[in-house]
């Protein structure tokens, strides 16, 4: 059987290329970067071209990119240093209600700690209104952390006008990039983010690998302590091979970018097309057109997310859901139920996230796939009248 994976936002293959430019830094180039002998200088070369990489896609200088764990790690950093860096300043942060997990329990973490934080609302698109940033600022705001684009709906936020607004009022601005970063062109001036987290993994880099931007004379307090590596801001002998991959992932994407969204953006459309013409009560989740080129997110009512999920696995076919049974947690997705979804609607999404080895086929496939599997679980639902 041939398998489709449709799970790009959760992570995706490594690109061959990637795999390739990684493998000598395992064996003949193994040094360590701080190491001041010759096997060390090849590691440390390698990182600065890496960073270097990964600087101009961003139109950034190369001393404001870190190199971290991952982008779980970015978001922390660049929360709670800039939390602890501000203390003095004052004790409130701005986020949103949909935010990756990253960003919400770190929020929630300093909130015991004794800061203050603001979680806006979106709308039913998901989109946040600038305008409810700027009326939640007071004179104790030290953060804004707002993501750029959303890992379940696809969402994409006004974060050029947040920014704005941020600058404005010398607020440290945070924008989570995990998303966006190599799949959209993006200036780090134009958006006015101070900092940008960005991660290797879901842009066929290797996992375990991430990267912060921090703009010149942004205020962070260091997250890992120990040696001098980073510029004394993250701490710990330097994940050459990933660094390496992660570069090598950025100037592939940098290249074949604005192709790729092009390709994705017939895909997705056609598959919520065909969704729509072939299953009836269906609901989009997220924005129709501010959306990632690669994010289908629906509800399918009467139904079970989490059925649909491992029908389509056996069939072959990758997919995602906010059902609660699907993770170990029995929560719906906090982010459609921000949408004002009810926990039906909720539990009834389907997720599907394409990128750069998914065809025309695949589509054809799931559309072929997925009306039959629905009509089976609602012929066998009790929710289902027909
Ligand atoms: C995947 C993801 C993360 C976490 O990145 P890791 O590298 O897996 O830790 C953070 N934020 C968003 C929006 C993501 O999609």
Redesign the pocket.
């Given at each position: 059987m041939k398998k489709i994976y449709l799970d790009y936002?959760?992570?995706t293959p490594t690109d061959p290329e990637v795999v390739k430019a990684m493998l000598p830094y395992f064996t003949d180039r193994f040094g360590n970067p701080s190491s001041i002998h010759s096997f060390g200088q090849e590691g440390k070369a390698a990182i600065e071209e890496a960073r270097g990489k990964i600087a101009s896609f961003l139109g950034a200088k190369q001393e404001e990119i870190i190199f971290t764990g991952?982008?779980?790690?970015s978001?922390n950093f660049a929360i709670k240093g800039t939390a602890y860096a501000n203390q003095n300043k004052g004790n409130h942060i701005i986020t949103s209600s949909i935010e990756?997990p990253?960003?919400i329990k770190s929020c929630k973490f300093l909130e015991k700690m004794g800061f203050k934080i603001t979680y806006l609302p979106v709308n039913k698109d998901g989109l946040i209104d600038p305008d409810d940033v700027k009326k939640a600022i007071t004179d104790k705001t030290i953060l804004i952390s707002i993501?750029h684009a959303?890992?379940e709906i696809g969402t994409i936020q006004p974060i050029a006008e947040i920014g704005k607004i941020a600058k404005e009022k010398e607020i440290s601005f945070h924008s989570?990039a995990?998303?966006t970063f190599g799949h959209l062109p993006i200036n780090v001036d134009e958006l006015n983010v101070d900092l940008f987290?960005m991660?290797?993994?879901?842009l066929c880099g290797p996992?375990g690998i991430?990267a912060l931007y921090i703009g010149k004379g942004t205020r962070i307090v260091p997250f890992m302590h120990g040696g001098e590596q980073e510029k004394r801001r993250r701490a710990s002998t330097e994940n050459v091979p990933a660094i390496v991959g992660f570069g090598k992932a950025v100037e592939i994407a940098r290249e074949t970018m604005n192709e790729e969204a092009k390709k994705l953006t017939v895909l997705r459309d056609k598959l919520i097309k065909g969704i729509f013409e072939k299953i009836e009560h269906v609901r989009l989740n997220g924005h129709p057109t501010k959306r990632l080129p690669n994010n289908v997110n629906v509800s399918i009512e009467f139904i079970e997310g989490e059925s649909m999920l491992l029908n389509l696995d056996m069939e072959g076919i990758a997919v995602s859901t906010g059902s609660a049974c699907s993770s170990s947690s029995l929560e719906a997705s906090h982010v459609l139920l921000a949408l004002g979804l009810s926990h039906e609607l909720a539990h009834g999404s389907l997720r599907f996230t394409m990128g750069r080895f998914t065809e025309k086929k695949d589509i054809d496939d799931v559309l072929e796939v997925l009306p039959k599997i629905v009509k089976k679980l609602r012929s066998m639902s009790p929710l289902w009248k027909n």
């Open positions: 936002a959760a992570t991952c982008g779980t790690e978001d990756h990253a960003v993501m959303n890992n989570d995990v998303q987290s991660s290797g993994h879901k996992n991430g």
